[in-house]
């Protein structure tokens, strides 16, 4: 064992110098499968220590880390088992960015990623046109001044009054995929004959973390935190650790340097307070609330800090299910749904489980986008359209549950 802790000291020494330039040449992505205790605590203590990036961790006890060819030789050296996922992490990065500044004002794509300026600018464009349907407004300001920008769409009736449906994205930066989708949904709410514009007021929230989403068009593509500063070392916390419901308690790290660093106190960023109170200021309005992330393919409900269920999961359940079955049947994509910690991981202080267990919203559901791992937060192009397609389904049959239409 003090073979093994002088291995480890060297290899967190070593995993100093990564990407910090947001420069990938050489970056593979690894999925790792630990085959004895030790190595899943070597992985869980290099996490939390802020030393290595995880993309997604399995139920298997697998995880996908990002690398370069270096330290994927010491993950070797240190008798881990991995796979490639990617290869070139480089080249993907440089396709994803193709095409930036060329959408035309007031509109958005869905065959390539679009920035905060155009999905904003689409959202200005939707109410300007549809002043009697849609208004944006700001949740609140980032720590680098950004407005966490919505859209409000409901049409007939008194909007005051109304069920409100919360659908938000983008919390973590580097999940390109769930902006686009969240785009996609008002998009498609604008287009709706179903009557869900008129049975409830919508709020879309499409970019969370508006700092870190523009920070990953001009500076590290995968960045995952906010940028807020506090100290001298490392910036940002992870917003999807920092709500005020069983805060720091599993799943997070206290080292500003780990990726899932829940911040110096629950609710510190202004990101997570700006959804806190939102929540709170409609308690009893909300009925469901839809936050995207990416990736793992998975529709799931509180809670991530404990294996306990909530009273009403079997509603939740049910709801999943139809959901889920939505999805499907639009390119044959296969999703698990479940409770978080059952088919994912233990985490806590998420968005997810605050708005259950602090708010009391009745229908909360995390969408884990696609894929499940070969491109990961890198989804190609040829993706977005057929992606954001099969979610609007689990959507809107999800928010017809929750509104009992």
Not at 68 to 92: C, M
Not at 154 to 177: C, M, N, S, Y
Not at 316 to 337: C, I, N, P, S
Request: hydrophobic share 40%; with cysteine; proline share 4%.
């Amino acid at each position: 064992m003090k073979l093994f802790s002088a291995s480890l000291l060297c290899f967190l020494v070593s995993w100093v110098t990564c990407a910090s330039a947001g420069r990938y040449e050489g970056f593979q992505v690894l999925r790792v499968s630990p085959r004895k205790d030790v190595e899943t605590k070597l992985l869980e203590r290099m996490e939390q220590e802020g030393y290595l990036d995880v993309f997604r961790r399995g139920r298997d006890g697998s995880v996908d880390v990002l690398v370069d060819k270096a330290k994927a030789k010491l993950l070797a050296d240190f008798g881990l088992k991995s796979d490639t996922l990617l290869s070139d992490v480089d080249r993907l990065v440089e396709n994803q960015m193709r095409g930036r500044g060329q959408v035309r004002y007031g509109n958005v794509t869905w065959d390539r990623y679009n920035t905060l300026e155009e999905i904003y600018d689409y959202m200005d464009h939707i109410a300007s046109e549809h002043p009697d349907v849609a208004t944006v407004f700001s949740l609140g300001k980032t720590w680098e001044g950004r407005d966490i920008k919505a859209l409000r769409l409901t049409r007939d009736g008194d909007e005051d009054t109304k069920p409100i449906v919360f659908l938000d994205a983008g919390f973590h930066a580097r999940e390109w995929i769930a902006p686009a989708v969240a785009s996609y949904t008002f998009h498609s709410l604008m287009h709706d004959a179903t009557g869900l514009l008129s049975s409830a007021v919508w709020v879309v929230a499409p970019s969370m973390n508006p700092d870190g989403y523009e920070y990953t068009w001009t500076g590290d593509r995968l960045w995952r935190k906010t940028r807020s500063n506090r100290t001298s070392v490392c910036k940002g916390v992870d917003p999807n650790r920092n709500f005020d419901f069983h805060w720091m308690e599993v799943g997070a790290s206290d080292n500003p340097c780990s990726e899932i660093y829940a911040g110096p106190s629950a609710l510190s960023e202004p990101e997570t307070m700006a959804l806190a109170d939102y929540m709170e200021a409609h308690r009893g309005r909300v009925k469901a609330y839809l936050t995207l992330h990416s990736y793992s393919q998975l529709f799931m409900y509180p809670f991530g800090h404990t294996l306990d269920l909530p009273e009403d999961w079997e509603e939740l359940d049910r709801v999943a299910k139809l959901a889920v079955e939505a999805l499907t049947a639009v390119h044959g994509t296969e999703y698990e749904y479940g409770s978080c910690s059952s088919i994912l991981y233990l985490d806590a202080g998420s968005s997810r489980d605050y708005v259950k267990g602090v708010v009391e919203v009745p229908y909360v559901y995390t969408i884990e986008l696609r894929d499940q791992g070969y491109y990961g937060f890198l989804l190609p192009p040829e993706q977005i359209l057929p992606t954001c397609e099969e979610t609007w389904e689990a959507i809107r049959v999800a928010a017809k549950e929750a509104l009992a239409l």
